[in-house]
């Protein structure tokens, strides 16, 4: 937002910008909507795409045998695991399948980094600070981990091609208490934006002054494309290239494929990381569900299942991630108050507004029933200092709700734009 | 075995015996067999039992309109919730539902314990030591948890009604580094025993130097009974009456319920205990499988409906108990080389042999192709100090196999003893 805000308005007409808005505002209260815009819910529409995962279920045996019902199997099922190995573009064995939540397979990572230690390194909980690198704005629930466990996090400015590497190099190499990066290295939550090779390469190869230094590969989103097919750069084959193999454990689910809550969610990673995190989880548990994996495995059969499946998601999604950015631009272009993201893919849409503003239109927002993710949330410890970014998710409302909602938003960041300027004006 | 072994038996009797064994060692070994009785697994015509879970599924919506395919609800649907609240008798705010393993559950608790700590406690981690007891024998996979995590394992006697409650009280008044005690109260694994009310209530009043000592009550057997349905005194009832209302964690899950590797396990507690552990696992995780809840929550309905489930576990089960006590019985008895179990629910048979002689049973039941669990498991460290628990899990194999395998231990038996009683009357 190089360009003045409201260029060419004087200013009787920005307050005569600001009475409409007002009007506008109050029109929209008057609606009582009652609309949470707030995660990247899947709709209902797609949820019901899954549902054929529960039909003419006539067994419980695996390709080789496995009665899934049983005890047994702690790395997951062949089927299954044959399957986010395509994905995740890894090999069977350097893959573990788990329960539900590929968030807790991180979380469970860094618990045990802090209880056990990560292969051939001590436990964190020995050190006196652990520290993790956060390419900001980016995932809340990875920030929140973080601050349970006492993590120290290092905002990284995020670019159109990924996390500020000239800066992230510079960390790691002087740091040792450095221990990770978070990343969601495609259809970023929430810019959008998937990482170059360059980037991939350089947290490849990069030195790290830790040598238990882990890239957090948080692939969410790796096959969901909202348009064409965009593919990123196998940061496993880099780190072997580069004589890292165990630099990197990578993360994908089902969620946003299957059921949000119910799917199936896998980690992969070197061999000797995969053997090593086997010998903990060994203990901790007994086998993850391996019903739900022959379940998933038996629906979606291969990778070009999923990708067939994916385009029906995107049919849903496309509409609403357009309606968002249409009536944004529709109201909001050439005023430069409001730049936001058109992503190709993932679940949200990026907005930034005026310094100073995104709790502001946040709070006005929620005065007229729409309720967005929380101001600061992409930001470590829920603080964005300058306070700009909000993350729209557009994925859980019918479309005509999202208009709704998206109307309202607009208006909202006017009023707080207006006011902030008018302000100032008086001021001077 | 206070009695002489082979009471009446003079050297000669004594060879013409073992040549005998010997022989019917050779014949068993013939036979070619390959049967593993090392787990307490469920068979094939127990799962079979629960098939009606994925019967006739139409929809994903709870009773209050929740859709399970979707994010949300971190404790658990609340009708899953409501069964295990009569099971164990809890109120439904003291209990979380998770995911399939309570094994996993309670490694979560010691986890977080040490990386976060208990309700107003310091973390484990940052304590110079941590001790729990184990009464014996005991659950080997309790004792691989404290392993993995350092935790000093004191052993406790086992007796036919619980812990030896005044080695327990004694410890835990002195020692404010013992953190917990390992608890099977019901059909315990693997004698079988079920503790006593006065056990019960001890454990609920004793004096604990350690403000944030837990009594992790392992209830996995609570409803598995073979015979007639016996109780448990409610431990968190009287812990409440004894003003330790948060000493207690509670666990059960439905693995032999429904299905060992995919069914639904919980935690239950004092509710301040709850609410601590919900602020943690909040960010640990998003929600557990609330579509296995649910197909949970429509098959078993409530709790009379697991317990008409469990009457045919039951009459599966008990004709295999049976035949291992009868065999056993049949073979050894009088011979003063054996005392078992006859548990009246549960999955074990607890089988002692001489001191010495378990580790050379199992490892001649193997060489006639009978895989038993390792002697030593069901003490810390896997090493049981006079030699002479076995566990013997009767349910995976069908009866025919069962009788084959216990007529191998009691010949191997036969042999260890004999060879024991041999050499001793050669070294005399």
Redo the contacts between chains.
């Keep these: 937002m190089n360009m003045k805000m409201y260029q060419g308005f004087n200013r009787e007409q920005l307050e005569e910008r600001m009475r409409m808005m007002e009007n506008r505002f109050e029109q929209h209260k008057a609606q009582s909507l009652k609309l949470d815009m707030s995660?990247g819910?899947?709709s209902?529409e797609q949820?019901d795409l899954?549902?054929g995962l529960?039909k003419n279920?006539t067994n419980?045996e695996s390709e080789d045998g496995i009665?899934?019902?049983?005890?047994?199997?702690i790395d997951g099922l062949p089927e299954m695991k044959r399957i986010f190995a395509q994905m995740l573009e890894v090999d069977q064995d350097e893959l573990i399948v788990g329960?539900?939540?590929s968030?807790?397979m991180m979380?469970d990572v860094i618990?045990?980094a802090?209880?056990?230690g990560l292969m051939n390194a001590e436990?964190w909980?020995?050190l006196d600070k652990i520290k993790f690198l956060c390419p900001c704005p980016g995932y809340d629930?990875h920030f929140?981990?973080c601050?349970?466990?006492g993590i120290e996090m290092i905002t990284i400015p995020m670019n159109e091609d990924g996390p500020d590497m000239d800066m992230v190099e510079a960390l790691v190499a002087e740091d040792r208490s450095i221990k990770g990066i978070w990343c969601v290295p495609k259809y970023s939550n929430p810019t959008g934006i998937i990482y170059s090779d360059e980037v991939v390469k350089r947290l490849a190869h990069m030195r790290t002054k830790a040598n238990d230094f882990r890239v957090f590969w948080d692939n969410a989103y790796c096959v969901h494309h909202l348009y064409e097919e965009n593919s990123l750069l196998n940061i496993l084959a880099e780190c072997k290239k580069a004589g890292n193999a165990d630099r990197v454990f990578m993360f994908a689910s089902t969620?946003k494929i299957s059921?949000?809550?119910?799917g199936v969610a896998a980690m992969a990673a070197s061999r000797d990381n995969i053997r090593h995190t086997l010998g903990?989880i060994a203990?901790?548990?007994?086998?993850?569900?391996?019903?739900?994996h022959l379940l998933h495995a038996r629906f979606f059969k291969d990778l070009d299942g999923i990708k067939e499946h994916m385009k029906k998601h995107a049919a849903i999604l496309r509409p609403k991630f357009e309606t968002v950015t249409s009536i944004l631009k529709k109201n909001l272009e050439n005023l430069n108050i409001a730049r936001w993201t058109t992503p190709r893919g993932g679940y949200f849409i990026s907005l930034d507004v005026p310094e100073g503003c995104a709790r502001k239109v946040v709070a006005k927002a929620r005065e007229a029933g729409v309720t967005l993710t929380k101001a600061g949330a992409t930001f470590p410890y829920g603080i964005e200092p300058e306070d700009k970014n909000i993350r729209l998710a557009p994925s859980f409302p019918t479309p005509a709700e999202l208009a709704s909602a998206i109307e309202i938003v607009c208006t909202c960041i006017e009023l707080v734009a207006l006011e902030k300027i008018l302000l100032n004006e008086v001021n001077r």
């Design positions: 995660r819910k899947p209902k949820l899954s549902d529960f279920i419980f009665d899934c019902r049983n005890y047994g199997v329960d539900s939540s968030l807790n979380y618990a045990r802090y209880n056990h436990p909980s020995r629930r929140a981990i601050e349970l466990f969620a059921y949000a809550g119910a903990q203990i901790q548990t007994i086998n993850p569900n391996k019903v739900n």
